[in-house]
């Protein structure tokens, strides 16, 4: 439901998130977040919710054609081939909000400021909060189809195979529920079979028919860049990080440590509907009811990132400094 989407971006189970620094100490135990990691000074307090929403509008090109005039051998005879090309737009609202915002060193302490500056802020290389509305527009996918017609007394049973070239790029790993057209440029190939049941008499004016249509379709496995927590930790990826023995005062931000480069497999999508269609000369009508569902994706490392990042060590930027080899360096929980 629309009140539950936001947990899906949120902590487990939470609809806002308290955010407070180490000096508010009467929120010490009860906030979500630790304020400094963000980059917000240790005095800051305030609380984060959002409210996602989606919305997809669009239309599609089909040319059909039938084979059986390319030849008369009977091989031809059923055989069709479809051609589609889908425009899609697609609108991502966020839609960030902060409240009981308290920040009594704003004017003494650089930005940022509040809690949206901080989500949003340039030296965050992905995963920020995006504060306006984002769109996505285009076509998203060229599709061919070649299936085969059998038409009997009252019966026509179609069954078919397609192919999907994505058109579209893939979602833009610099910001959060980020909008995309299609598949987030996943090709396909997959089949499908459609049946519908003639049940007026043929000599009526109007035709009643019974239909259920079924597709199953593959998707190919692509790259993207996830950006990920740490193992049972929520927004660790938030938290601030240190090289190994990097300088005093040099972190980096969660996010651009957290964001791995991956192969990500979707597997299958199902598509079932069943329904009746009323046609009366060229007008069509139909009442239909469909249901969908989707594989988990898989998500794998890539080899490059195990070859580079492996290579380089980072630990949760702690406070001060130690000394390492007569070395001032940033203190950092190295073993994690």
Not at 88 to 95: L, P, S, T, Y
Not at 133 to 140: N, R
Not at 226 to 251: A, M, V, Y
């Amino acid at each position: 439901s629309l009140g539950k989407t936001k947990r899906y971006f949120l902590q487990k189970n939470k609809d806002c998130v308290t955010i407070a620094g180490d000096a508010v100490t009467d929120e010490f135990f009860t906030r979500d977040m630790r304020a400094e990691w963000v980059g917000l000074p240790s005095t800051f307090s305030g609380t984060l919710t959002i409210d996602p929403l989606q919305s997809q509008s669009g239309g599609y090109i089909e040319y059909n054609q039938d084979l059986g005039i390319l030849s008369d051998s009977s091989f031809f005879k059923n055989l069709w081939c479809a051609f589609s090309l889908p425009f899609i737009f697609v609108e991502n609202d966020f839609n960030p909000r902060q409240s009981n915002v308290h920040n009594p060193d704003a004017q003494s302490t650089p930005a940022p400021h509040d809690i949206l500056q901080a989500f949003s802020q340039d030296s965050w290389a992905y995963d920020k909060f995006p504060t306006t509305k984002q769109h996505a527009a285009g076509a998203a996918e060229f599709r061919v189809d070649l299936g085969s017609t059998f038409k009997g007394h009252h019966l026509r049973l179609a069954y078919y195979s397609f192919f999907t070239a994505a058109l579209a790029p893939k979602q833009d790993s610099a910001w959060l529920f980020s909008p995309y057209v299609g598949n987030d440029h996943h090709w396909s190939i997959g089949y499908g079979i459609h049946m519908d049941y003639l049940m007026s008499q043929e000599t009526s004016q109007v035709d009643w028919s019974f239909f259920i249509d079924c597709e199953m379709s593959y998707l190919v496995h692509n790259k993207q860049h996830r950006t990920l927590d740490i193992f049972g930790k929520p927004w660790s990826r938030f938290l601030q990080f240190r090289r190994r023995n990097s300088p005093p005062g040099e972190t980096i931000p969660g996010v651009n440590v957290m964001t791995i480069p991956v192969i990500v497999r979707p597997y299958g999508i199902f598509d079932f509907s069943i329904g009746w269609r009323v046609q009366m000369s060229m007008v069509v009508c139909e009442v239909t009811y469909s249901v969908w569902g989707h594989d988990e994706q898989k998500v794998k490392f890539r080899d490059t990132f195990l070859d580079s990042f492996c290579n380089q060590e980072y630990g949760i930027a702690g406070a001060g400094t130690i000394e390492v080899e007569g070395k001032t360096v940033g203190a950092s929980a190295s073993k994690s």
